[in-house]
């Protein structure tokens, strides 16, 4: 499950800081490069999964979900609008078809 720390650490990566310095700061792995890479794809497959379940969800109405569910769905799909991200999950899904 994505926690806060994840979401530091991914930002740091998309902001375009050297790897090593959000994962010393937020990943207990520390400056583990290869786990560092490693976890940056599960995150990106974490949010590409929650995007995919929420848009479902959406459909079926968000008022049945707990306000902070709520809160990361929309978190979720604010961060998908952004360009960047969504580009990445774009090439993602086209990756995995």
Known sequence: MLGQH???FYRGY????EL???ADRY????????????TVAWIEA???????????????????LSRSTRALAMSL?????QP???QMLALREAASE
């Open 77 to 81: 799909c604010n961060l998908a609008r």
């Open 20 to 22: 090593a310095r959000p």
């Open 84 to 86: 960047l991200v969504g």
């Open 46 to 64: 974490e949010l590409a999964r929650g995007v995919r379940r929420l848009s479902t969800r959406q459909a079926a109405g968000i008022q049945a």
């Open 27 to 38: 990943l207990e792995a520390g400056l583990d490069l290869r786990l560092a890479g490693a």
């Open 6 to 8: 994840h979401v530091a």
């Open 14 to 17: 998309l902001e375009g800081v």
